[in-house]
DNA sequence: GATGAATGAGCTTTCATTCAT
DNA sequence: AATGAATGAAAGCTCATTCAT
């Protein structure tokens, strides 16, 4: 394997690593050498490949909203009905939540929490474009097609968004009863009524 | 006035204080020489009436719960239908959103991203249960009276909760094209139609 | 003893220890631990009366100018020739090199070495001014009762700051084959000579 | 061309460039790496010419000490009385400090200030014999034609040495109002008054 | 000889909390 | 009740040096 590679290689299982301590113990409770610990890795070392813990928070939000955009886009390409990609988007979603609840955490905990990590060089949607943007191409098709009522973009993303982070917020709150999937069919029919021509 | 009244009104400036300062710079970045700083008061007697840090975060999300609580069971007081009930709720949210933003902001910013201050002492959802109760009769009222479909209570409170606070973060984040207010026709519409029967 | 009173003596005490330890170790060879350990104090403590290691070495410099100058400034006040202001202030300069070396080596090993440190709010001669007034002085001065020689002020600075410290430099090397206070003569007289009309 | 003059060739741009990094930066805030980097060079390779920072220092000392000590040697060679020396010799150095600032600002920033970094291998003036031993004999050629007065070596040497240097020193600051070479008469005129029989 | 990833001790600075006054 | 000097553990980050390739 070249080094090039191994460098990148290391260089995802860094934002991995670290992409759940900080969803899980939070961004300010979570040091450098907790990381470095963690990979078995000096800390010295670790800055080689992030110049400062604020960079790397940045890199991370970056790849999970791109790594959540590519699932979406997906479903984006599929010859299907608006209600049943909401219902794909939604499932797709409460899997990520199972199966890699750090991602999601990171949003709600991280980025959403600690603005001002964020304020130099993710302004606007910048280090989340990658999901953004999958949902306004889902909103924009579903709108061309009469399938969904036309309405001001942000009215719909801040359903989509907050709608499901808050499901996952009670989820990490253990306020939910049942399994998190098992919400999928209720709040995709909600979803849809809301945005249903 | 008495001097039990004189330390109640001390202590209510310090919780509105120090809520302004979590809000604006988060909760680890505010120090508590910041706080008593703010209200010309020393840090040593600052902490004869909270003492700790992360009691007054816990006191301040109760407080600011019971406000928002209390404006809500207002609302659920009149007779009026469910829909009427949901226009005036994000009406509600939205005006302190724009006048008290750090009420709206302490959510999203220190309670819902440091969850190992609050994990002692607000297990569950007990130091926002002014606010969440009343969601609560809301959407009961609603069913009993057979204008809300009846649901799992959470698939309903996650879209009100995270729907609104969605809307509140894209205002944060100036990426709102209009006054926030004006989206409340939009919300409404789309909160009623979800949850309708 | 005022609060006030005290917090003023502290803060003389950490000037006195700092200098010490920075002449003797180097700025940078010196750590805040190292000053507060001498000084039976706590790092965090120390952060309360200099709010950076920079700006502490900034103080340094602005009082052991003004002590120098003072002393300079009683020579200045005589009434005696210039070629007798000369040997006292070479020789107040070199009984300073022995019961206070570190005053002067911090001038040769901190000041002028470590120029990034001064060059945010030292700018020109601004924290030396107290010995460089005084030297302006006793020069102007000399010129105008017709003594010394009309000549470009900083010709002549350059000539007493540099030689004393020069010499001072060769003490500390332990070059010197005698106590540096039997140069005064020599050292005076050559002055002197330079510096006449 | 042979491997060992490649390789001295090497060292010697190795020497050049931390040359300028130390006088510019000063010694502790310039990193190896900051050399290698300079250089095109790695640091490991760095290391296979000089095994430690304090080595190179040493190794910069002596060298500029040497390029200095010859020039004046070309100096003292020629048929030439005391003062005209003292006149070339001045000269000499304020070009050196036009030319080649660095060379002259290493002696002030970083051989004068850094004792620590010296102490093992500079003993006594060992490193920078090369410029000491001309400026001796200098001195003792003048005293042996009667044109220079019989002193104490070190009050003849610390007056050149200190007075070059702090004029040098007060150019780094910006505090002469002209160019450096233009003090040459002045002070090659203050040295000789100062040193003559 | 050449590379640069890796190490880890050590630095400056911060801040919740205490306690003598 | 009120003060704020004092504590000290812990944070983020740096950098001389090593060594496998």
Redesign the pocket.
């Given at each position: 394997m070249k080094?090039a590679e191994k460098?990148a290689l290391?260089r995802e299982s860094i934002i991995q690593t670290a992409l759940q301590l900080f969803s899980s113990k939070g961004f300010h409770k979570?040091?450098?050498?907790d990381i470095a610990k963690k990979l078995h890795?000096?800390?010295?070392?670790l800055?080689?490949y992030f110049?400062?813990?604020?960079i790397l928070a940045k890199e991370i939000i970056k790849y999970t909203s791109n790594v959540l955009g590519e699932e979406i886009r997906e479903v984006n390409m599929l010859e299907i009905s608006a209600r049943e990609k909401i219902r794909k988007i939604v499932a797709l979603y409460f899997r990520m939540a199972e199966r890699h609840p750090e991602r999601i955490e990171y949003f709600l905990r991280v980025y959403l929490a600690n603005r001002e990590v964020f304020n130099d060089g993710c302004e606007g949607m910048t280090c989340v474009s990658g999901f953004v943007t999958e949902i306004m191409i889902f909103f924009d098709d579903g709108v061309s097609s009469g399938e969904l009522r036309d309405q001001d973009f942000f009215s719909a993303f801040g359903l989509f968004m907050g709608y499901l982070g808050g499901m996952v917020f009670l989820k990490g709150e253990e306020m939910l009863t049942k399994d998190i999937g098992q919400y999928t069919d209720d709040i995709s029919l909600n979803i849809y009524a809301a945005l249903k021509a």
């Amino acid at each position: 394997m070249k080094i090039a590679e191994k460098k990148a290689l290391k260089r995802e299982s860094i934002i991995q690593t670290a992409l759940q301590l900080f969803s899980s113990k939070g961004f300010h409770k979570t040091t450098i050498p907790d990381i470095a610990k963690k990979l078995h890795m000096s800390v010295g070392n670790l800055y080689n490949y992030f110049s400062s813990k604020d960079i790397l928070a940045k890199e991370i939000i970056k790849y999970t909203s791109n790594v959540l955009g590519e699932e979406i886009r997906e479903v984006n390409m599929l010859e299907i009905s608006a209600r049943e990609k909401i219902r794909k988007i939604v499932a797709l979603y409460f899997r990520m939540a199972e199966r890699h609840p750090e991602r999601i955490e990171y949003f709600l905990r991280v980025y959403l929490a600690n603005r001002e990590v964020f304020n130099d060089g993710c302004e606007g949607m910048t280090c989340v474009s990658g999901f953004v943007t999958e949902i306004m191409i889902f909103f924009d098709d579903g709108v061309s097609s009469g399938e969904l009522r036309d309405q001001d973009f942000f009215s719909a993303f801040g359903l989509f968004m907050g709608y499901l982070g808050g499901m996952v917020f009670l989820k990490g709150e253990e306020m939910l009863t049942k399994d998190i999937g098992q919400y999928t069919d209720d709040i995709s029919l909600n979803i849809y009524a809301a945005l249903k021509a």
